[in-house]
């Protein structure tokens, strides 16, 4: 008797265990899909961030490795978030970091100066004195964040968070579709478990496109 009754209960454990990402429970649904910006045929996956966020400095951690795990035909890219006056700040500063080629050097030393030595990073000056450390003078770095083209980015960025009708950060956006959240997914470490299901979702239906085709 005891021996199918612990069979059922394992295998009730093991169900449950089982991650199943649900719409408008797990993950939001936008009613107009944003065009992505990928490879014909791969899957685009955006993180919206703040650099002043705590929330988004401890996904990174985990979002990091995650991302250097990703299959070919998924594209990754990050969307600095412009929801208030120093969030602007720090998007002139990710996109000057772009243009000047030493954006994979700062990332994640732009999020540990904030969060660990404390420092607001959002003083132009400052900025370009803490870029100098990478490569580039600091009159390079005030001329790039002042310049049109990061200008032209921070506004294409400032219109994308509009489009996704992001409230808050951090936020994952898989195809210009799915918007995920740490509330949406319970959790941050969640938020990756949902991005993935909804990669293989998409990666599926491409496919049953292309098949159809």
């Known amino acids: 008797m005891w021996k199918p009754l ?5 295998g009730l454990g093991l169900s449950a265990s089982v991650f199943a990402a649900e719409a408008g429970k797990d993950y939001q649904v936008l009613d107009e899909p944003v065009k992505t910006d990928a490879p014909a045929g791969n899957v685009e996956v955006v993180e919206a961030f703040w650099y002043g ?58 999020f540990d100066a904030i969060h660990q030595d404390r420092q607001r990073l959002t003083d132009p000056d400052d900025v370009a004195a803490f870029y100098s450390d990478y490569g580039v003078t600091e009159d390079a770095a005030k001329k790039s964040l002042t310049s049109f083209g ?22 994952l956006i898989v195809d210009g579709r ?4 740490p509330s949406t997914a319970g959790s941050l470490p969640n938020m990756l478990k949902v991005a993935d299901e909804l990669v293989e979702q998409v990666r599926e239906e491409k496919a049953g496109n292309k098949d159809a085709a």
């Open 150 to 171: 990061v200008k032209s980015q921070v506004n294409q960025a400032h219109a994308q968070m509009r489009a996704y009708k992001i409230m808050g950060v951090p936020a």
């Open 6 to 10: 612990l069979t059922l209960v394992a």
């Open 53 to 110: 966020c705590p929330h988004c400095y401890k996904l990174e951690s985990s979002l990091e490795p995650w991302v250097a795990e990703l299959p070919s035909d998924v594209t990754f890219n990050r969307l600095p978030a412009t929801m208030g006056q120093d969030w602007v700040k720090h998007a002139y500063a990710f996109y000057a970091a772009k243009d000047l080629g030493i954006l994979d050097e700062t990332h994640k030393a732009f």
């Open 178 to 181: 799915y918007v995920i959240s």
